[in-house]
């Protein structure tokens, strides 16, 4: 499977909204999610190593990607198979140094910081706030007009990350982007493993609409 495919759906773990990681994951995986990505923003370094190893062996039987969200240490302690770098964590081009193999996604929020990431060697892109998130208050809001000029401008992958849901995901797969990456819609849901069903039917029934190239 490439890269684009394994990013159509990817689900990132938030404990305040489901405290069972490791639960909460296999049912994402149950309901079609491509990739999982770690994220426990408030865990000892210990912890995220004890459920990353659970989310490896998930991943695996599941044919997903597994990345971890900011932690190069911990991606590498769980054989992952690939970083999320924001533009305060860790230089790209450092950890393509320290893990070669290793795929780094790029968290950016503007377009200089995505032609800034494709250059320094990301693999693709986790772009946004598309809407605003109540999981990231804070970060700006770049619209879908920004995410269609990022999406032109690199020739990597982009994934569309903010405030995406059923309700928003066709207009957003609309711009160009591979895929989408959740957190609240699916971690927030009642039912994590029909909500990630649902999402992933649209990405799909997007892909299926949209035009050859």
Do not use: C, W
Request: glycine residues 8%; aromatic residues 4%.
């Amino acid at each position: 499977m490439r890269l684009e495919e394994h990013l159509k759906l990817l689900v990132i773990t938030e404990p305040k909204l489901k405290p069972n990681v490791v639960k909460s994951v296999e049912e994402a995986l149950e309901g079609g999610a491509t990739s999982i990505q770690l994220r426990m923003k408030d865990a000892s370094t210990r912890q995220m190593i004890d459920v990353g190893l659970e989310i490896r062996r998930l991943t695996r039987d599941y044919g997903a990607l597994y990345f971890v969200d900011d932690r190069l240490d911990v991606a590498l302690a769980t054989n992952a198979d690939g970083v999320q770098l924001g533009p305060e964590d860790m230089p790209i081009n450092i950890a393509k140094e320290i893990a070669p193999n290793m795929l780094i996604g790029a968290s950016v929020y503007s377009l200089r910081e995505a032609i800034e990431a494709e250059k320094q060697g990301a693999h693709f892109l986790g772009a946004g706030s598309i809407y605003p998130s109540p999981i990231k208050p804070n970060v700006p809001v770049i619209g879908l007009e920004g995410l269609k000029l990022i999406v032109k401008s690199v020739k990597i992958p982009v994934v569309a990350i903010g405030g995406i849901t059923e309700s928003n995901v066709l207009e957003v797969m609309e711009t160009g982007v591979v895929g989408v990456a959740v957190i609240s819609a699916i971690m927030g849901a009642p039912s994590v493993r029909e909500a990630t069903a649902k999402l992933r039917s649209l990405v799909d029934k997007a892909y299926i609409t949209r035009p050859s190239k």
